[in-house]
């Protein structure tokens, strides 16, 4: 089986494990304690978790395969790929020129 873990939209994961997909979903709503809903496929709500971390331990409890992993994983992957798209900018001391001032004496 092919275990995957995938941003769909921002705020959007769609998680494959063992066979079984699980979405989770922030709501956006700030006046809850829980803004991240795991639902199944067919978008029955599972559980509201605290953070998009504990929704993924959530899952991995549930399946008993490594969710936390694949879900570091594809942060470091992702990361990989959107650092190589952005322009790289010189560090700040290759564009301040060093003056002296005269000091009287």
Not at 48 to 61: C, D, G, K, P
Not at 64 to 84: D, I, K
Not at 86 to 104: L, N
Request: charged letters at 25%.
């Amino acid at each position: 089986m092919d275990d995957s873990v995938e941003e769909i939209q921002p705020g959007l994961w769609r998680v494959s494990i063992a066979g079984i997909t699980r979405v989770i979903r922030h709501r956006g709503d700030d006046r809850s304690f829980a803004p991240w809903d795991v639902t199944d496929a067919e978008g029955r709500h599972l559980w509201s978790a605290a953070s998009l971390e504990s929704a993924f331990r959530w899952i991995q409890a549930r399946t008993g395969r490594p969710a936390e992993a694949l879900f570091a994983q594809t942060l470091l992957e992702y990361t990989a790929r959107t650092a190589a798209l952005q322009p790289q900018v010189p560090a700040e001391s290759d564009h301040i020129e060093q003056r002296r001032v005269p000091t009287s004496g």
